[in-house]
């Protein structure tokens, strides 16, 4: 794990780190805080949206503030394999910046695309360099915290804690999912549906409970992230949720700084 | 004032709007956050450094949260005058993005250059169709925590509180300030006295105490932001100052974000 930045933030250290990836195939940054005395300290995974890299997180969430507080590890992955040999797109939503935390099983997306696997297993014994801890959370905002919920509900037992902001709740039925799916699962609906929280939560083998925060100005509510199908599935099979519509607020990490103090809380109560 | 983004943040709303600047020749943006109630709220400035636009601190710092809390209109400027018909050169530290918070009297910088007026004055006025509080702080970080410490103490009145995080503090003595000077003032060395806090703590007629950080591992530290000539001068001057070297720190917003919580709260012991 090659050191690329190095900061003092909040009493701890603000790290990102390069390593090669076996699970990809290629080289990844990883952006890691480090509270004080972090060698046993819990982990919390951040997954970011559309278009993101590992810096956005860092630099626009203030995330740190609340991790320092409650002596949180702070992991934020890169959205995508990335490199001049993996498979991209001229649009913003597949390929580079947009790996939709699965693994393709199409051409060309098959051979680095498994951004899944790489977050539940190579990063999970890559943050062991760091901390002993065996407890994870996992949150994520709008493609992220599509990951967030659907690695939770498909990887019981690994992670203690989930959260997301501005989720892309129903990727079955809105435009990004299905440009996803198609891309990178091919047109089999069952492989579409293992990565549907909405779907998981049905045969969800434990009860994780889930905060979700969405903006009621949020420009994508009405289009990529409504919520109607897997909000009934949660009561449908009496899975915990707390979702939450905050008035006014949109799709920006001005909507995520302002609650992410809340979601570290939330993490902190199952972690600590 | 055209609003070009508007996000709710923290309970309040994180605005940036562009207006034609009569003082500057051009247009600008200049970012605000209005919390909740701001009818009457005091006004902070946050005067970015070089390279910056009225965007890092907003994206970056965390401000809004201790603004919320305390009730304090944040205003971002830009760092100098932009467009086409701008003088500019091809250096970071010089020109857009590097306005210093003079007026230039040298050819070509002169025509728009004039970044001090802009924000003791011209802003001044435009701010007031937020709020009607004439109680104001000014705060900034590297070029503008120079700029924050110099136009407090060259308007006295006009301000009531003053910090600064890594500033510039004698400009006199370090590269950045001797380029930007001989290029926007000339080679009239008195021009460049006026523009130094530690010559102007000398003379200035009120005592505002003031707050600085700065980071002890910032690798400009040594080269560019030294202070024991300030330092000495404001004791020479009884003028009061906290000085805090934060060990560990950078010149990064990691360091900004750490205390800017700090700052606020300095900010509102005087404002409220």
Redesign the interface.
């Known amino acids: 794990m090659r050191e690329i930045e190095s900061?003092?933030?909040?009493?701890g250290t603000?790290l990102v780190v390069e390593h090669h990836s076996h699970t990809l195939g290629c080289d990844m940054r990883v952006a890691v805080f480090l509270p004080e005395g972090y060698a046993h300290a819990p982990v919390l995974y951040f997954l970011s949206g559309l278009t993101c890299s590992e810096q956005n997180a860092i630099?626009?969430s203030?995330a740190?503030?609340w991790c320092a507080e409650h002596g949180i590890v702070l992991v934020c992955p890169d959205t995508s394999p990335r490199g001049e040999g993996v498979a991209d797109s001229p649009d913003y939503d597949l390929g580079q910046g947009a790996g939709f935390y699965l693994t393709a099983t199409q051409a060309p997306w098959s051979a680095h695309f498994r951004m899944d696997a790489y977050v539940t297993t190579e990063l999970v014994e890559r943050i062991a360099a760091y901390t002993d801890s065996s407890a994870r959370g996992i949150t994520g905002h709008s493609m992220g915290g599509m990951g967030a919920i659907r690695l939770a509900l498909a990887n019981p037992g690994l992670y203690r804690s989930v959260s997301a902001f501005s989720p892309i709740l129903q990727p079955l039925d809105v435009p990004w999912g299905h440009k996803a799916f198609a891309a990178y699962l091919g047109e089999d609906r069952d492989a579409w549906a293992a990565h549907d929280p909405a779907s998981l939560v049905a045969g969800a083998s434990e009860r994780l409970p889930i905060l979700v925060d969405q903006?009621d100005?949020d420009s994508f509510l009405a289009t990529q992230l409504h919520s109607e199908r897997f909000l009934a599935a949660c009561r449908a099979a009496d899975h915990p949720v707390e979702y939450r519509l905050?008035?006014?607020?949109?799709h920006?990490?001005?909507?995520v700084?302002?609650f992410i103090g809340d979601h570290v809380a939330h993490h902190a109560r199952y972690l600590r």
Chains 1, 2 share one sequence.
Do not use: V
């Open positions: 900061h003092r933030c909040f009493g603000q630099q626009k203030g740190q503030r903006g100005a905050q008035p006014g607020y949109d920006s990490y001005y909507f700084s302002t």
